[in-house]
C-alpha cells in the first residue's frame, strides 16, 4: 500500500463558535489534488499541547512510513504551541512528510514554505533559551537564599522538612551513624601523611560498604571531602573561598562556625574540581558536622593532589633549626662513606667567611635520637600546664580582627565610588572620612600583625599521641612538631642547647 495525505482537524471546548471539524476537512480536501488520504479528527481537544489521540495516531503512521503529506486548515489546529510545532517539523523533516496549510498558503514542499519553517524553528530556539533563562534564573535566585534545591542527600545527612524566608522547604539535619564515618574520614586524612588510600583502609577495617550499601572508594572519599557542606563554616573558610575567586552571597559576621554550605557551579565552567573560580556559595540552613580548622586542612591538602610535586631528598628532620655554636650559621648534613652515614658540619666553615666549625663530629642519627627524647620530656611537662582552648580563642581574635578589616575595606570602597560625582565640599568630606577609616584598617593590621606572630600557645594532646608513633612517623610530620615545639638547636663542643617555642 502506497503513502497518503493526512488531513488533521481539531477543534477546541474552549471555543464553541470556532470553524466546525467537518468544514476544516472540506477545506483541506481541496489541496489533496484528488490523491489518497486519510482523516485525523480530535473533537473537544486544545492546542495548547500534543495529547491528543488522533494527533498521536497521525504521528504513529508518519513513522511507520504510511504518509506523505499532512495538510491542515491553519497552523493553529496541528498545534499552538511553536516549541511544539517545531519539535513536529523536525519530524516531518526526517520521515520526508510535507506540511500544507490550506487557508494561509503554507506549503513546505515549496521554497516560502521552507522557509517560513526556518523562521519558526528560530523562534522556537528562542522560546527554548527564554524558558531555559527563566528556569536558571528561578534556581539561582531560590539557590542565592539557602533553599534546598532537591537532589542525592549527601553522606552523613538526612533531610527534614523547614520554614525558610516564611516558604516550605526542607533542610538536612546529622545522621549520628553516618556522620561517625564522615569524621572519621576527616579525622585520618587530616593527619600530614595520611593518604586517600590510608583513610580507605581505616573505613574498610569495619566493612568495605558505607551504611547505605555503597563500597567505599578513593573517588568516593575525594568528592565527600571536597563537598563544603560538612563544615561549620567560620571567617577562615570564607576567607579560603573568597581568595579561591568563588562568589560568596553571605557577609563575613554570617559565618559563626555553625552552619554547612551548598556550592553551586555558577559560571564556572571547568570541570577541575580544584578549580573554584566562578562557583557560588550560599550558607545553608543546616548544622556542619566538621569543623572549619580540620575540614580546611583535608580541603587544601586535597587541593595539591593534581599538581606532581617532587621532593628533595630527605637528609634529617632536624634540618633548618640546627645552628653552629660558634658562629650561629646553619649547620647542614653532609654524607660520609661511614657506618654513620651523615653528619652536620658548619655551613659557614664550608666556605672563606672564616668559622672554625662546631668543633666536634655530630652524628646525625645520635643527634636525632638525643631530641627526640628531649621533645618526649618537653611535651609530658606541656600536657599538664597548657590550656586546651587558648589556640581556639586566639584564632577567633584573628578572625574578629579580620572581619572587620573586611568590612572598613567595603566601606572605603562605597566612599571611592561617590568621588566621581562629588563637589569640592563633598570630596573634602569623603578624604577626611577614608583618611579616617584607613588608620583605624593600619591600626588593626598592627594589631593582627602582633597577634599572628605573637609565640603561639599549642595543645598538646595530639602531639603526646603522636610521639607513641615516632618512629613510624613520616619524614614531614617529624619535620612538622619540631617547628612547632623547637626555634632553634645550638650545638658547640660542650654538646646542644634548644631554644623552645613553648
Known amino acids: 500500500m502506497g503513502k497518503v495525505i493526512a488531513i488533521y482537524a481539531r477543534k477546541s471546548v474552549e471555543r464553541v463558535d470556532s470553524i466546525s471539524i467537518e468544514s476544516q476537512i472540506e477545506f483541506c480536501k481541496y489541496e489533496t489534488r484528488g490523491n489518497d488520504y486519510k482523516v485525523y479528527s480530535d473533537n473537544g481537544y486544545s492546542g495548547k499541547n500534543t495529547d491528543r489521540p488522533a494527533f498521536h495516531n497521525m504521528i504513529n503512521d508518519i513513522k511507520a512510513g504510511r504518509i506523505s503529506a499532512v495538510i491542515v486548515y491553519k497552523l493553529d489546529r496541528i498545534s499552538r504551541s511553536i516549541l511544539d510545532f517545531s519539535s513536529m517539523m523536525e519530524l516531518f523533516q526526517k520521515y520526508d512528510v510535507s506540511f500544507i496549510s490550506a487557508t494561509e498558503k503554507f506549503d513546505t514542499a515549496s521554497p516560502m514554505g521552507r522557509a517560513m519553517l526556518n523562521i519558526c524553528i528560530v523562534f522556537a530556539q528562542l522560546e527554548r533559551e527564554t524558558i531555559q533563562q527563566r528556569v536558571t534564573d528561578a534556581y539561582s535566585a531560590r539557590s ?75 573517588a568516593r572519599i575525594s568528592e565527600l571531602i571536597r563537598n563544603p557542606i560538612y563544615c561549620k563554616a567560620d571567617y577562615s573558610v570564607y576567607e579560603f573561598y573568597k581568595s579561591q575567586g568563588a562568589n560568596i552571597y553571605n557577609e563575613p559576621d554570617d559565618f559563626q562556625g555553625i552552619n554547612g554550605l551548598y556550592m553551586f557551579k555558577g559560571k564556572n565552567s571547568n570541570r577541575k574540581t580544584w578549580d573554584l573560580s566562578g562557583r557560588e556559595i550560599v550558607l545553608a540552613p543546616h548544622e556542619g558536622i566538621i569543623d572549619a580548622d580540620i575540614w580546611l586542612k583535608c580541603r587544601k591538602k586535597l587541593m595539591l593532589n593534581h599538581q606532581v610535586k617532587t621532593s628533595k631528598p630527605k637528609n634529617s628532620w632536624l ?184
Not at 660558634?326 to 652536620?344: E, P
Request: net charge positive; hydrophobic share 35%; proline share 2%.
Open 144 to 218: 542565592k537564599k539557602g533553599f534546598y534545591m532537591g537532589g542525592k542527600i549527601p553522606y552523613g545527612f538526612s533531610k527534614t522538612q523547614t520554614v525558610l524566608h516564611g516558604v516550605h522547604t526542607s533542610k538536612y539535619i546529622t545522621n549520628v551513624e553516618e556522620a561517625e564515618d564522615v569524621q572519621k574520614i576527616f579525622d585520618v586524612y587530616s593527619f600530614p601523611s595520611a593518604t586517600l588510600g590510608d583513610v580507605l583502609r581505616e573505613l574498610n577495617k569495619d566493612s568495605s560498604h558505607n551504611k547505605r550499601g555503597k563500597l567505599w572508594s578513593t
Open 319 to 502: 634540618c633548618g633549626v640546627i645552628k653552629c655554636g660558634n658562629c650561629g650559621y646553619a649547620a647542614v648534613i653532609k654524607k660520609a662513606k661511614t657506618k654513620a652515614g651523615k653528619y652536620f658540619v658548619c655551613s659557614c666553615s664550608m666556605s672563606s667567611k672564616g668559622c672554625n666549625g662546631i668543633g666536634r663530629t655530630v652524628y646525625a642519627d645520635e643527634l636525632e635520637q638525643a631530641i627526640k627524647s628531649e621533645i618526649e620530656i618537653k611535651i609530658n611537662s606541656l600536657s599538664i600546664t597548657s590550656p586546651a582552648n587558648c589556640q581556639n580563642e586566639r584564632k577567633r581574635e584573628i578572625e574578629k580582627i579580620r572581619i572587620e578589616i573586611d568590612k572598613l575595606d567595603n566601606k572605603i570602597a562605597s566612599l571611592v565610588e561617590k568621588v566621581e560625582n562629588a563637589d569640592a565640599v563633598l570630596m573634602k568630606h569623603i578624604n577626611n572620612k577614608v583618611s579616617e577609616l584607613d588608620s583605624q584598617k593600619q591600626e588593626l593590621n598592627q594589631k593582627l600583625y602582633n597577634i599572628e606572630n605573637s609565640q603561639p600557645v599549642f595543645s598538646v594532646d595530639k602531639i603526646t599521641n603522636c610521639m607513641s608513633v615516632w618512629d613510624i612517623m613520616s619524614f614531614d610530620d617529624k619535620r612538622a612538631i619540631v617547628k612547632i615545639l623547637i626555634k632553634k638547636i645550638i650545638v658547640s663542643e660542650n654538646g646542644y642547647l634548644i631554644e623552645w617555642n613553648v
